[in-house]
């Protein structure tokens, strides 16, 4: 029985790091974002083997299914971006990944493995161990956490107003890209003027609206 | 698991999960790449988290609540940071974090 759960714990633990390191080592941004949701998954079965499920349940839902989302949705708004060959990490990738190295090496392992850490021993096999549910979570988050709930609420509907404020669609003429319908009619326009004379390289300024009445007059 | 795996290994996952964040935090062009380095930076803590709460006091519902609370402040994060990432891309037209220097004295 441990020998197996060792065997998952190890695999599980395979998993997260191969996964991390392909999301900060692959070259397209939409693949490290696909990645990024199987590190996530990993992390939700490494809750379930720690035996908190409801947090493994939050963890596909949030992490998974929203931020996921969001990072993706994120990538695509920002295109011309994901394509290989584009260099993805700065100059000084092989400082940062020694002191990331040295941090792990030097710092936190030997820390972490010499550290008596003075565990509770497990209870003999066989009998059931008191853990706290969700039951208990959703008492204490009516009771004794009641007021940080409150908080986080709030915190979330700020973060929504102020994602929503910030990412507004401003007017065209501050904006510096075109919006997808914009780029779509410049397009169709730029094919109806290759079909009558020699094309003229349209640039990524001029907005859909200022340019369709001088190509139709 | 209590007896299988000892609290350090779990531990050690976490911490080469929060190294392998920073390194891609502090190494990548991309804004976005930037803000999952983050991402994995905040798993490698709440991984930290549950094991504690899962070895030390699993009765007791505190660590749990920590993780719930800080998976939603990375939920408010990630919004936030990708809105501003949208909002970055439309002004300079690059998600470059290098090329976006405005601010350099």
Redesign the interface.
Known sequence: ???V??VV?GLV?LF??VA??M??SVRN?IH??LW?IA??FG?GA??L????E??AV??VL??VG??SV??L???M??RQ?SGEGV????A??PV??A???L??ATV??PT??N?Q?N??P?PP?GTP????GPA??GR??VNE?LI?FQV?GV??T???I???V??FE?RARR???LTLAEELELKRLRERATQTETPEPVE?EPVAREVRPASEG | MLNAVPLPAVLTLAAALFCIGLFGALSRRNLIGVLMGVELMLNAVNINLVAFWRYFEPRYITGQTFAIFIIAVAAAEAAVGLAMVIAVYRHYVTVNADEVDQLRG
């Open positions: 029985m441990e020998v759960v060792q714990f633990a997260i790091l991390a390191a999301v900060v941004v490290s974002a990024l590190c996530f992390v490494l809750y083997l720690l035996e908190a409801f947090l939050v963890q949030v992490y929203a931020v969001l990072i949705f994120a990538i708004l920002t971006i260099r993805q990490l700065t000084r990738w940062v990944l002191i990331a190295v941090l792990f936190m392992a972490l493995i550290q850490w565990v509770p497990a096999l161990e008191p853990i706290a208990e979570l204490g988050f956490f940080q986080v915190l979330l700020v973060a929504l102020g994602a929503i910030i990412a401003e904006r510096k890209v990524a």
